[in-house]
């Protein structure tokens, strides 16, 4: 029978470690060759919108295939599906309706990032942003680093405030909501970008020389978050697909610049075969733009445990 899950399936705290190490053991796959990941593609409705699709798995035990999909409609109703099959038996082993999935799979991605890319040592952290990847990316920099110090600025006092006392006490926390971004990131080891902003919202005269910044939200030359002061300060920018990258209908934020020539695939990181800290005071960048395959590796990793968490359909 196959499994029908929803969000309700992934609100706990315990699932993001879970997550991180699938997205972790995904990393490695593809530095062994061993992750299908290839860039996502946008089937266009005319001028209504489009299907994207991402499809991927690993072709190491335990295989997994599968795919995602959502949507561009306008509309009130969105909502995203993810496939798992299991190659080895041709059976569809699950089937993930909502967003918090590819939310919690997009958070884990930047977890790995940050355990690799960040001082070890690193307590302090800057969140920019205030919507549910601006969580779910700090969730998992707490799960991946001892954090004692965390600052959170977003546009609007009440969405920042709301941020600071809902996640503080989601990951036992003092959260501390600023009034601007350089309040925010002044001396913080660990920047997260999580916005909308179609411009930069960072100036890297503001980071500390040793920082780590994650970018999540817009990167393409139309629309970036991060401005190229950012990647010039950056000794070390990495990416978890140079692929996707390259795919974007508009070119990424960086494309044509010396920084593209130098962003290095994040999976070298996680195998070892390039230390981001060499000196253990580089400044570094990660820029992240969704690995395919990594939600069905991480839908097939916390299937047990989100059947165990609420009751579930199957399907036949």
């Not at 190490?21 to 409705?45: C, H, M, N, Q």
């Not at 978050?225 to 070390?236: I, S």
Request: with cysteine.
């Amino acid at each position: 029978m196959t499994v029908v899950l929803t969000d309700e399936h992934f609100t706990g705290t315990d699932l993001m470690p879970l997550a991180i190490e699938a997205v972790e053991a995904a990393i490695r796959a593809r530095a062994a060759g061993a992750l299908v990941s290839p860039p996502r593609r946008g089937v266009a409705f005319g001028d209504r919108g489009q299907l994207i699709f991402t499809v991927g798995g690993s072709l190491k035990s335990p295989e997994r295939a599968g795919f995602r999909v959502y949507e561009t409609f306008e509309g009130k109703e969105h909502t995203q599906l993810v496939a798992v099959w299991s190659p080895d038996t041709a059976k569809l082993e699950c089937v993930v309706l909502g967003s918090l999935l590819g939310e919690l799979r997009t958070g884990a991605i930047g977890g790995v990032a940050i355990r690799h890319m960040s001082a070890p040592d690193a307590r302090s952290a800057a969140v920019i942003g205030s919507g549910r990847q601006a969580r779910m990316q700090l969730e998992a920099a707490a799960a991946v680093r001892n954090l004692r110090v965390v600052r959170v600025f977003s546009p609007t006092e009440a969405n920042r405030e709301r941020f600071a006392s809902e996640m503080g006490e989601r990951l036992d926390l003092s959260i501390e909501p600023v009034g601007s971004v350089e309040g925010a990131v002044s001396d913080a080891q660990i920047v997260i970008c999580a916005t909308t902003s179609t411009s930069p919202v960072l100036n890297a005269k503001w980071l500390r020389p040793d920082a780590h910044v994650t970018t999540v939200g817009p990167k393409t030359m139309d629309a970036h978050e991060l401005g190229l002061d950012v990647a010039e300060w950056a000794q070390v920018i990495a990416t978890d697909s140079p692929e996707q990258t390259r795919a974007y209908s508009s070119p990424f934020f960086l494309h044509g610049s010396q920084h593209a020539d130098r962003m290095i695939d994040l999976s070298r990181l996680v195998e070892g075969t390039v230390n981001a800290r060499p000196q253990g005071r580089e400044a570094t960048l990660f820029c992240s733009v969704g690995l395919a395959g990594t939600e069905v590796l991480v839908a097939a990793a916390l299937l047990p445990l989100a059947r165990q968490v609420r009751p579930h359909q199957e399907s036949s």
